[in-house]
């Protein structure tokens, strides 16, 4: 049966798709682009995600400027990248400064702007520039967002900047010049009216029929409401229906989607709601967003039996203990959202609890659910989250306790003032982040990190944080520093797990992060190929075809992505709780 979409029944001039990580918001967010193009519209399709898929799906080069799609007249994609935002924005501050201004302040400006703070808010200028009309000629623009942590924090930029400069008329932020901020003011109120009218934006909250996907759409839309964005529409993607009642696999997959659809909660449920059916095709170029949500495009699937060879491939357990011989030590776990990785970390943790040794669990992720995941208590084994409030709260604390402590009170007030600016949570996180780095020297810390988009965010700053440290040691020669970036680079100290499901686009994904990754000087240690249905046994039709499919991805990341390739088959009992967690490594 094929879905019914209202957001294309009367679509709005802006279309905002947000959600989970691995939800399918970009393959929906481009199916809809590629449906309103074939009608006639003009259409652009933009990426806000630092770790954006779009030229994979589209099959065409993208740059941070308009491109016309082949073979869909009247489609046009592009990528907002945020380093070439973070430059224009740059050039767009120091041209406030005027040429009175000697070279040496220059230079401390430049300097000022060169964090990833400054990435953030650059992008989230461009952003702004689309819902203020700064690229003209497109009857709709549909925005392709990064994981909800990430994008909530977008959507809450706005907010948070328009109140940090009212009635501060100082002449500097964390950003630089005061001006580089003030003259975006008017801007950035005019994109929260766009994004709340409900005339001008729907905001499409795409979830799975999954626990821990529902559940961060139920805070993902409470905290839109809260932004007065309350013009939602919610789209549970991959709705799945057994054809065999004999096969177990199948049917344990129809009854867990269908509880939890029946324990949704009433924030969800009083939203306007659709449902797209599970495909059996990989949901990569026009033909198949096409048939996603046409009647008239559905390809010819031919049900091919699936290759029965086994697999040769270790192992969650085996991977657990490789890493257990070492007796200390941090694992970080990352790949795209929706991939498994917080029940991969929290596996990989509870593993090293069983074997015997303390460990520390957390996570950097802002949409992050390890405790749910986790649900229970083990012997060794210390659960927790980087909250970016408490950080925050800590760091102005710090700040105020060092550099205000001889402060008067006015001074105080204007120190305070400062901290109270949005980057002051990215300097804060990072911080945490750094003790978690250096805990792993005496203990096992497993980090289950945030979605990739915003995990190469924290590791900019990290990088960032290094340069600045080595700048400062190095004219001297004198001291030893070590630095976060140093550790995560040592293979001693840090073991970096990469999760990807045997799909093409999650295998690209981490793959493309494995490049940033190296580019950075940080070596994975391995690959986690999770959710594996060609080693569950199912006979289902739907799930037979995408069987094959896997192999193939599989064997992709055995035979030249991954050093290290361990697997976990898909469960009929999703691995929730100490035990299953234990049993799982």
């Given at each position: 049966?094929?879905?019914?979409?209202?957001?294309?029944?009367?679509?709005?001039?802006?279309?905002?798709?947000?959600?989970?990580?691995?939800?399918?918001?970009?393959?929906?967010?481009?199916?809809?682009?590629?449906?309103?193009?074939d009608?006639?519209?003009?259409?652009?399709?933009?990426s806000?995600?630092?770790?954006?898929?779009?030229?994979?799906?589209?099959?065409?080069?993208?740059?941070?400027?308009?491109?016309?799609?082949?073979n869909?007249?009247?489609?046009?994609?592009?990528?907002?990248?945020?380093?070439?935002?973070?430059?224009?924005?740059?050039?767009?501050?120091?041209?406030?400064?005027?040429?009175?201004?000697?070279?040496?302040?220059?230079?401390?400006?430049?300097?000022?702007?060169?964090?990833a703070?400054?990435?953030?808010?650059?992008?989230?200028?461009?952003?702004?520039?689309l819902?203020?009309?700064?690229?003209?000629?497109?009857d709709?623009?549909?925005?392709?967002?990064?994981?909800?942590?990430?994008?909530?924090?977008?959507?809450?930029?706005?907010?948070?900047w328009?109140g940090?400069?009212?009635?501060?008329?100082?002449?500097?932020?964390?950003?630089g010049p005061?001006?580089?901020?003030?003259?975006?003011?008017?801007?950035?109120?005019?994109?929260?009216?766009?994004?709340?009218?409900?005339?001008?934006?729907?905001?499409?909250?795409v979830?799975r029929?999954?626990?821990?996907?529902?559940?961060?759409?139920?805070?993902?839309?409470?905290?839109l409401?809260?932004l007065?964005?309350?013009?939602?529409?919610?789209?549970?993607?991959?709705?799945?229906?057994?054809?065999?009642?004999?096969?177990?696999?199948?049917?344990?997959?129809e009854?867990?989607?269908?509880?939890?659809?029946?324990?949704?909660p009433?924030?969800?449920?009083k939203?306007?709601?659709?449902?797209?059916?599970l495909?059996?095709?990989?949901?990569v170029?026009?033909?198949?967003?096409?048939?996603?949500?046409?009647p008239?495009?559905?390809?010819?699937?031919?049900?091919?039996?699936?290759?029965?060879?086994?697999?040769?491939l270790?192992?969650?357990?085996?991977?657990v203990?490789?890493i257990?011989r070492?007796q200390?030590?941090?694992?970080?776990v990352?790949?795209?959202?929706?991939?498994?990785?917080?029940?991969?970390?929290?596996?990989?943790?509870?593993?090293l609890?069983?074997?015997?040794?303390?460990?520390?669990l957390?996570?950097?992720?802002?949409?992050?659910?390890?405790?749910?995941?986790?649900?229970?208590?083990?012997?060794?084994?210390?659960?927790?989250?980087?909250d970016?409030?408490?950080?925050?709260?800590?760091?102005?604390?710090?700040?105020?306790?060092?550099?205000?402590?001889?402060?008067?009170?006015?001074?105080?007030?204007?120190?305070?003032?400062?901290l109270a600016?949005p980057?002051?949570?990215?300097?804060?996180?990072?911080?945490?982040?750094s003790?978690?780095?250096?805990e792993?020297?005496?203990?096992f810390?497993v980090?289950?990190?945030?979605?990739?988009?915003?995990?190469?965010?924290?590791?900019?700053?990290?990088?960032?944080?290094?340069?600045q440290?080595?700048?400062?040691?190095?004219?001297?020669?004198?001291?030893?520093?070590?630095?976060?970036?140093?550790?995560?680079?040592?293979?001693n100290?840090t073991?970096?797990?990469?999760v990807?499901?045997p799909?093409?686009?999650?295998?690209?994904?981490?793959?493309?992060?494995?490049?940033?990754?190296?580019?950075?000087?940080?070596?994975?240690y391995?690959?986690?190929?999770?959710?594996?249905?060609?080693?569950?046994?199912?006979?289902?039709p739907?799930?037979?075809?995408?069987?094959?499919?896997?192999?193939?991805?599989?064997?992709?990341?055995q035979?030249?992505?991954a050093?290290?390739?361990?697997?976990?088959?898909?469960?009929?009992?999703?691995?929730?709780?100490?035990?299953?967690?234990?049993?799982?490594?």
């Open positions: 049966m094929l879905p019914h979409f209202r957001a294309l029944t009367a679509p709005t001039p802006y279309l905002f798709f947000t959600g989970k990580g691995g939800v399918g918001k970009t393959s929906l967010a481009c199916a809809t682009a590629v449906s309103l193009a009608r006639g519209l003009r259409v652009l399709i933009v806000t995600d630092p770790a954006s898929n779009l030229d994979e799906m589209l099959d065409v080069t993208l740059t941070d400027r308009p491109t016309p799609v082949p869909a007249a009247g489609l046009s994609a592009m990528n907002i990248d945020p380093e070439a935002a973070a430059d224009n924005y740059r050039s767009k501050v120091l041209e406030q400064l005027g040429p009175e201004v000697p070279p040496d302040e220059r230079s401390t400006v430049r300097e000022q702007l060169s964090g703070c400054t990435t953030e808010i650059a992008a989230f200028d461009e952003f702004v520039g819902l203020d009309g700064d690229i003209a000629g497109f709709h623009i549909v925005f392709d967002t990064a994981p909800t942590g990430h994008t909530l924090r977008l959507l809450s930029l706005p907010k948070a328009s940090f400069l009212k009635d501060n008329d100082r002449g500097a932020s964390c950003l005061h001006s580089g901020l003030k003259m975006q003011e008017n801007r950035f109120r005019k994109a929260l009216q766009a994004l709340g009218d409900s005339r001008q934006t729907t905001i499409i909250l979830t029929a999954d626990r821990g996907a529902i559940r961060e759409a139920a805070r993902t839309a409470a905290e409401d809260a007065n964005l309350s013009n939602q529409l919610l789209v549970v993607n991959g709705r799945f229906h057994a054809t065999d009642p004999a096969d177990v696999v199948a049917v344990a997959l009854r867990d989607q269908d509880e939890a659809l029946a324990a949704m009433a924030s969800l449920t939203l306007p709601r659709d449902e797209i059916p495909v059996g095709f990989d949901i170029g026009l033909v198949a967003l096409r048939a996603l949500l046409s008239t495009d559905q390809p010819s699937l031919v049900s091919a039996e699936p290759g029965t060879e086994p697999l040769d270790p192992g969650l357990n085996r991977l203990d490789d257990a070492d200390h030590g941090l694992i970080m990352m790949g795209k959202g929706g991939v498994g990785k917080t029940t991969i970390a929290a596996a990989v943790a509870a593993g609890a069983k074997r015997g040794h303390a460990v520390h957390s996570t950097t992720d802002p949409a992050a659910h390890v405790s749910f995941v986790v649900d229970g208590v083990m012997p060794g084994l210390t659960v927790d989250r980087i970016p409030r408490v950080e925050t709260e800590r760091y102005v604390a710090k700040i105020m306790a060092s550099r205000g402590r001889d402060l008067d009170e006015q001074a105080k007030d204007l120190l305070l003032e400062d600016s980057c002051t949570e990215e300097v804060a996180v990072f911080h945490a982040f003790r978690i780095v250096a792993a020297r005496s203990a810390v980090l289950d990190t945030a979605p990739t988009g915003h995990t190469l965010l924290l590791l900019d700053a990290t990088g960032a944080y290094h340069r440290m080595t700048s400062q040691v190095a004219p001297t020669g004198t001291g030893r520093i070590v630095t976060p970036l140093m550790r995560l680079q040592d293979p100290h073991k970096i797990i990469l990807a499901l799909e093409t686009t999650p295998v690209s994904e981490a793959a493309s992060l494995q490049d940033d990754l190296r580019r950075a000087g940080v070596e994975p391995g690959w986690v190929i999770n959710k594996c249905l060609a080693v569950s046994g199912t006979r289902d739907l799930l037979r075809l995408r069987l094959d499919r896997e192999r193939t991805q599989i064997a992709r990341v035979n030249g992505l050093k290290r390739a361990f697997i976990v088959g898909w469960r009929v009992k999703p691995p929730i709780g100490v035990e299953e967690l234990r049993s799982l490594s």
